[in-house]
Structures are given as structure tokens and as C-alpha cells.
């Protein structure tokens, strides 16, 4: 992966952004139990897969989300976390 | 070419004996199966057959021996880690590595050079002088030293580099060694195959059987074998293992890449690493030098390397040693690097009971090869977790006491 389409500024270098790590929606703190709360903290989907994946444009501080073949290195496609938001949280 | 190849190229027979016999069909069960021909995996599998009489072993490896990350390292071997867990078990693996040679009967050209983490800025000084302190209190030789040691140690260096990141000291460690790294898996694997143990390469695990949450036997596509045991110590490729038998972890995949430059005449005897330049680097026996750098930023299941990383890594290269500037990068590569939270392995009994994980290795697993070997076979032989690997299980994450290691462990190597 050597390019990189941020939904605001275009497509850039790759060098110009910095990965997030995979979307994972966050349980509520509030209510969570311990095990589970540290599922969320430490676990990861560490096996190859289509994931989403937060990125940023490092130059612009745009936060986006990337959905990326990470066994390929291939992306499927990027947005704007709203697209998300307002589907009340992807899984 | 030598008088003795010619001749072999000759005769139909092969007088010379192969480093390990070469099994032509799984049995249908084994006593335990070994995922991953890597270091690790045949290493175990050597202890498990020569200090626990367990033979009816088979290491299944998809590709070839040594193919993972064991022949893609940088093979630096030291032990002035951070935790009291990692010194401990970092130092007895040293003391294996020490007569592994004589053990093998093989030349594994282990040289020890003294190991040098240069430190930029005061707060690297800080942790250097912590960890001289933990290293000295669990009798580690490792000391502070001042620029002056260093430039005697290594006179072609430049202590300014370049004048943007002064070198105001270093940690250290007189024992810091490289070894040939696919030695290492034909010895353990010769060792293991002499005593009975079956090593099935181009052998892939598809899935793993497991009732009543109890392992059972292994899916291969070369078919199913049933064992009441299985190892998984198959590094980049852990998570894809832990899902087959539904464990979650925090282990994330990065690729690690590494380099080496057209030989030299031999001019830098220690191991140098640089946190703050991102650079590792020694000088192998056939005079290239070996040069690592930190972990890709991103998640990736692949080996393929990158232009950005051998330009990186130059350039740090080039403000430590300018003299380099006209000196040609011949080979680069890259492994999956098996990362964790922590920076300290995953070792040790899970919940799915037989199901014994050697993993979360991710760029500091090669030095470890022996003593990972040792202990993951005491504790597959005895199910019962030997006492160096006690800090490093997979429970730990739950129970929030993380073994924090990344002090020494991020780009120490
Ligand atoms: C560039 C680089 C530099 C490094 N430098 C250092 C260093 O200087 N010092 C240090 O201590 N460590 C270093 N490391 C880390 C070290 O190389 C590893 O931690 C260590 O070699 C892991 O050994 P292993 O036997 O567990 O894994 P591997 O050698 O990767 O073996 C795992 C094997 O499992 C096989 N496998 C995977 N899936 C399956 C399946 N489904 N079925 C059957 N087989 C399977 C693979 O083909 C592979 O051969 C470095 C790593 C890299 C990539």
C-alpha cells in the first residue's frame, strides 16, 4: 500500500497518515464487567481478514475509517466515522 | 567446486546423511503434535524427546524448517532485559545457548561481541541505568557506560549523529551474542529426528478438534491425526491457530523487516542498537552487516518489503556511520512479527485443556528459542507450567498484571 484516500483531502502518500488500529465498538465502562472490559482492552482480532481500521491524515489531524484486506493489503474502501455513528455502531 | 560434490553428483547413492529423516506418511495419533517447524517448535520437540522420553512427537510445517521468522532474524541473543520475569528467563536461555553447539555436535557459529543500547536522550539514560540495576541484582553482567566506551568499542562511530541526536551513554552487556539462525532449527530439528520424533514438512494444520473443550486431534491437508496434545508455536501465524480452537488474545500481526549490506572486511565487532535511530546492527562472519529496524506501522499478514524501510533505515545508518555512504544494500526481507501488549511472549497452559500456546514471540523470539523450547516441553510432559514461564501466561491479561517489557523489549532486541 503505497496511497492512501482520506474522504477529506483525497487520495495522499501513505506516509502522510498514521494507523489506528481495527474499529471495535467500545462496551459501556459503566456497566461492563471486568473480563469483559478486559477483552476490550487487550484482545485483538489478530487473524487476517477485511477489517475496519482507523487511520488518520497526519497533516490535516483527519480521523477516518479505512476497510482494508489486511492479509492483501488491498483497500476496499474509506469514510468518514459519521457513516457509522449514525448507524448506531458497527459490530 | 569441492572434490566431494562432484563425486555425490556422480554416484546415485548419497554417503552423506540427511539432517533429519524425512517420514513419508502421518500416523494416524501421536502422543503430541508440534504446529510450526520453526526454532521453537523442533526445540520443544528436542526436549520433550531427550529430557522427557516422549518420541511419538510429529512437528507439522507448512513450508520448510527454519522458513518463518527463525531464518529471518537478526539473531541477537542477550539477556539485560527489564522485569525480573524476563531477566530470569532470558539468562537461562543464555546459558543454553552457551554449549548448544557441543549439544548439537553442530557448528551453530555463536559469537559472543558485547551488545550496545545507545541512549540519545536523558530519559533513555533512565531506563538504562534501571535496567543495569535489575540486571546486576539477578547477577546479569550489564553496565552504564559513557561515549568514551563506546567510541573505544566502536571507533568509527559518529557520537553526534550527525549532530542531531548526541550519544550520552549505553547500556552495556558483554554477553550480547549472534548465532547462525537456521543452525539453530537443523540442530534442534537433527537432535528431535534422531531420537524418534517425525518432522512433516509442507504439512499444514487447517483446523484443530476440540470436545467438550478438550483437544482431540488436528486437521492437516494431509489429513486428521488424533492426539490428546498440541503445541501451537507458529509465531505470525498464531492468531489464525487460536481461532481454530475459539481462544481470544491480544496477539496483533505486524511485519518486521531487515536488511544486510554487501560484505565488508570485518570493522565493527559489537551489536549496536539505537532506540531513538531505530536501527539495529551487526557484522555477520561473511562481513555483511545485518541492520533491523522497528516494526511496519500497520497490521499486515504478508513478508513482502518495502523501498520506505530500507531508505529509513539507511539514512539512521548513515547519521551513525557516514563513512557507509557508498556501501550497497544487497538483500532485504521481512517476517511476521507476533506482537503483544506487553512485549513479554504468551507461553504456557489455556483454557482449552492439551492446548499448550508458545507464542506472541514478535521481534525478540529468537534468543529465546532454547529456553522456550525447554520449558514448553516440561510443561506439555508434566501439564503443569514450569515455574520461568509463570509470568507469561495467557490468564495474565484478564487478571490485568501485564509483565511490562517494552522498556527492553521494543526495539532492544
Ligand atoms: C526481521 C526480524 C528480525 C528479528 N530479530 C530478532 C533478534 O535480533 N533477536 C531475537 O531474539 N529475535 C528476533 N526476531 C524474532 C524472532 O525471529 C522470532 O520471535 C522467533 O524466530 C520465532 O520463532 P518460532 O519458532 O516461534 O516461529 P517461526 O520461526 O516463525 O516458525 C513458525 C513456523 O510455523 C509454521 N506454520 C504457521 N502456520 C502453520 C500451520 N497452520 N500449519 C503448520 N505450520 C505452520 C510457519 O511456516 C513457520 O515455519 C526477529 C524477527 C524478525 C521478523
Redesign the interface.
Known sequence: MKILTCPINGTRPISEFIYGGEYRAMPDPQVVSDEAWADYVFNRNGAPGIKLEWWCHASSTTWFIVERDTARDRVVRSFLFDEIRYQGGAK | MPWRLLRFALSKKHPEPRMFAQPDKLKTSYDAVIIGGGGHGLAAAYYLARDHGMTNIAVLEKGYIGGGNTGRNTTIIRSNYLTPEGVKFYDASLDLWKDLSQDFDLNLFYSTRGHYTLAHTDAAMRTMRWRAEVNKHYGIDSEVVGPEEIRRASPQIDLSCGGHSPILGALYHAPGAVARHDAVAWGYGRGASMRGVEIHQQTQVMGIDVQGGKVCGVHTDKGYISTPKVLCAVAGS???I??MVGL??????HPLQAMVSEPMKPWLDPILVSGSLHIYVSQSARGELVMGASLD??????T?STL?FVEGLSAHMLDMFPFLSHVKVVRQWAGMA?MT?DFAPIMGKTPVEGFYLDAGWGTWGFKATPISGKTMAYTLANDRNHELIEGFSLSR????ALTGEKGAASVGH
Open positions: 498464531t492468531p489464525r487460536t481461532d481470544r488474545t491480544p496477539i496483533y500481526i506501522p500497520y497490521e499486515l499478514h504478508s513482502r520506505d507476533d501488549p491479561f484478564a487478571r490485568y
